[in-house]
DNA sequence: GTCTATACTCGGATAGAC
DNA sequence: GTCTATCCGAGTATAGAC
C-alpha cells in the first residue's frame, strides 16, 4: 500500500514535481469539500494539467486517496512514533492530546478523515483494508500504554486497557463529529483532557504542538514504532 | 424540514402510496450499499417506476436522503421519548442502551447514519441542519438526564452533565466507526454500558429491544418529549 | 516518459408528451 | 402521475503527439 514512498533525496524528475502538485491539489480540494464532491478535473485543473495527463501518475481517483490519507497519517506517526507506548506510556498518550489540541486548528484535514472512515466501512471501499489497519494499530499502541501504565501504576481491579483503548479512540472521533458540525460549540481537547482525568491521567499541562509546516514532506518518516507488531 | 409528516389515516392516494414504496425502496437500497453507490434509477426500478418518475414525488436524491433518516429518527425517538429526561433520568438513560444493542443487529442503517452526519459537516450539504439541531437535541436530553441524576444521587465535585453528555454521544458515535470497520472486534453495547459503570452507573441489566418490525409506519410518532425546548 | 484529445458509460436532472 | 428523450458532468480507457 505505501512503497516505494522512500524520498529520492536528490533533485526531483519532472515526473516527480507533477506527482507531487497533483498530490497537493488533491489534498487540498478533498479536505475542503470531500471526495465525492470533487472530480478529477477539479484536481488535475488545480495541479495545471488535464485530468487524462493526471491519470497517467495514478490509476484512479481512489488511489489518489489513499495515498493523501498516507501522507497525512505520517504527519500524525511523526508526533506518535517518537516514543513507544510500552516504554514511555505517559508520553505516548500526551502526544495524543497533543494531536487532538493540533486538529482543532485543521478542520479539512479532520473533515476529511471522519468522511472517508464511514465511507470506508463498505468492504468495497478502497481505503477499507486502509482504515481496518489503520485502527487496529491506534487501538493496539493505545492498549500496550494503558497495559504498561496499569502494570505501573497497580491496575484497579476492573480495568480493562484494550477497552479503554477502544473507548478512547470513539471518544476522539465522536468528538470530531460533534465539532466539525458545531466547532463553537465543542472542545475536542478540553473533552478528551477530561476523559484522562476520569481515568486518573492529569494532561491539562501538555503543551501545544507547533503549527504543521505548509507542503513539504516529512524529513524522516521512515519507522514508526506506532506501527510495532502485534 | 419534517413538515408534512402526519398520517393521512384515511384511505392513502396513489401518489401517496408511490411515495411509500419509493421511500421504502430507498431506505432498504441505501442501508445495503450507502448513499452514492445506489442511483436513482435502482431505487425507481425497485419501486416500479421510471427515475423520471420518481423525481416528480421528490425533487432530488439529497431529499429523499433526508426523508429516509427523518423516518428511521422517529423510530429511535419512539424508544427515547417514551421518558422524560428530567422526571426519569435512569430510564432514559437505559433507553439509551437498548438503542445502541439494537443497532448491533442493523449495520446497514447504522453506516448510512455515520456516513452521512460526517457528511453533513459541510454547510452546504443538504442535511446540514439536520443533522446540527440533533445533535444539540441529544446533548441536550442526555445533559437534563445527567443534571437529574446529580441533583438527586448528589453530584461529585467536578462534574459536569454537559461534557458527560458530548463525551458519551461521543463514545456512542466513535464505537459505530470501528464496529463497521470491524464488527467482530468491537462490542458496541458492552463499551457502552462500561462507560455508564465508569460513572457509577450499572446497566448491565438493561433489557434487548424487540426487533424492529419491518416496512411499516409508526403507530404514533406525535410529539417526542426528547424534542423538549433546550 | 509525459501529456492531450477523444470517446464511452453511467450518474442526476430537466422538458415536454401522454 | 408517469414516461421518453435529452442534457451535462462524472470516472475511465485508449490512441497518439511530443
Given at each position: 500500500m505505501s512503497e516505494q514512498t522512500r524520498m529520492p533525496a536528490g533533485r526531483p524528475s519532472k515526473g516527480e514535481r507533477t506527482r507531487a502538485r497533483i498530490l497537493a491539489a488533491a489534498a487540498e480540494l478533498f479536505a475542503a469539500s470531500g471526495f465525492h464532491a470533487v472530480s478529477l478535473r477539479d484536481i488535475a485543473a488545480h495541479a495545471g494539467l488535464t485530468h487524462a495527463g493526471l491519470l497517467h501518475h495514478f490509476p484512479g481517483k481512489d488511489s489518489l486517496l489513499i495515498e493523501v490519507l498516507d501522507h497525512r497519517d505520517r504527519e500524525d506517526a511523526e508526533v506518535l512514533s517518537q516514543v513507544a507506548p510500552r516504554e514511555h506510556p505517559e508520553e505516548f498518550l500526551r502526544g495524543v492530546v497533543r494531536v487532538v489540541h493540533r486538529n482543532m486548528r485543521t478542520p479539512g484535514p479532520v473533515g476529511l478523515y471522519a468522511r472517508i472512515s464511514t465511507e470506508a466501512?463498505?468492504?468495497?471501499?478502497?481505503a477499507h483494508a486502509y482504515f481496518v489497519r489503520r485502527y487496529e494499530l491506534l487501538r493496539a499502541g493505545l492498549t500496550e500504554a494503558f497495559t504498561a501504565l496499569a502494570a505501573r501504576t497497580g491496575a484497579p481491579p476492573g480495568h480493562d486497557p484494550a477497552l479503554t483503548a477502544q473507548t478512547l479512540v470513539a471518544v476522539m472521533d465522536g468528538l470530531q463529529t460533534q465539532w466539525l458540525l458545531a466547532p463553537a460549540a465543542i472542545d475536542m481537547h478540553a473533552a478528551v483532557v477530561a476523559f484522562f482525568a476520569r481515568i486518573g491521567?492529569?494532561?491539562?499541562?501538555v503543551p501545544p504542538l507547533p503549527d504543521r509546516r505548509s507542503?513539504?514532506?516529512?524529513?524522516s518518516a521512515s519507522t514508526t514504532s506506532a506501527e510495532a507488531d502485534t
Open positions: 466501512a463498505d468492504p468495497d471501499h478502497p491521567l492529569d494532561f491539562r499541562d507542503g513539504s514532506e516529512p524529513s
